[in-house]
């Protein structure tokens, strides 16, 4: 399968960019330019849309090990031979430590943020937000002022993120994200795909791990650090105050910080 990806940077270690659930590679583009930098310490940024998101393929089932498969041959695609630094958040984090463990030859570091290899059981946190862009009425939006003003969300925030996957194609507006697949993981509850965790037994990652987890958020607690560290014994837990589950939207400024340190 291939991705589609966004470049940024020309010298320096090659650095991947993963998204969660409803988002697209280039929400990564102000972090990924801010950790490239300009003092002559640069990365090579790929910023990843994941299948089923953005402009990429879908496809029919939801599988992590599928979703890591894509990941990885779109980054051998990208530069053959050679290594990389991948970053995942939530959905994307899941992702990236698959293929990490998958491919301890490839990905010589991993960053992972506010998720942990664990299942989260069923995706009831996101039903809200796919029955709100299931229910817009595309037919009836002429513009995109439109499609904000019947969306029906009321925080600003989440509404502008949502919106993001609205893309126009002529006369029509289509969702780039796959809802009904989403919809249909949604749906199987506490066995919801998304939400699960499917390695059972792996190799542990003999690489370096930056783990960034919101302090605010409760997707990572104390219960999840000895799996974490089970499977990736050289990690580094940094847990950013005053984020919540969004922690590079929310405190971009640290997490910069803390890749460049990482990366660089």
Not at 35 to 52: C, H, I, M, Q
Not at 166 to 172: A, E, F, K, P, S
């Amino acid at each position: 399968m291939s991705l589609f990806t966004l470049a940024t940077g020309s010298a320096g270690p090659r650095v991947a960019y993963l998204h969660g659930l409803f988002g697209q590679g280039r929400n990564w583009m102000q972090i990924a330019k801010a950790v490239s930098g300009t003092d002559g310490e640069e990365t090579r940024a790929l910023l990843v849309d994941l299948p089923n998101h953005g402009r990429s393929p879908w496809t029919e089932e939801f599988s992590f090990h599928d979703y890591a498969d894509a990941v990885v041959e779109t980054l051998e695609a990208e530069a053959p031979g050679e290594r990389w630094t991948v970053v995942g958040h939530s959905l994307g984090g899941k992702t990236a430590m698959v293929a990490a463990l998958d491919r301890p030859d490839l990905i010589e570091r991993l960053c992972v943020v506010d998720v942990a290899p664990r299942d989260y059981g069923g995706m009831g946190r996101f039903s809200k937000y796919v029955e709100e862009m299931q229910r817009l009425p595309l037919a009836e939006i002429g513009s995109r002022s439109d499609a904000e003003e019947l969306f029906q969300e009321s925080n600003p925030g989440v509404k502008a993120f949502l919106l993001q996957n609205l893309r126009r194609d002529g006369d029509t507006w289509r969702w780039q994200t796959n809802l009904d697949l989403v919809a249909r993981d949604i749906e199987a509850g506490v066995a919801g795909l998304m939400g699960g965790w499917s390695v059972e037994r792996a190799d542990p990652f003999p690489h370096p791990v930056l783990w960034l987890v919101g302090a605010d958020s409760d997707y990572v607690t104390e219960v999840d650090v000895e799996p974490m560290r089970a499977l990736f014994p050289l990690v580094r837990q940094v847990t950013v105050k005053g984020a919540g589950h969004w922690v590079h939207t929310e405190a971009p400024d640290i997490v910069i910080g803390a890749l460049r340190r990482f990366i660089l």
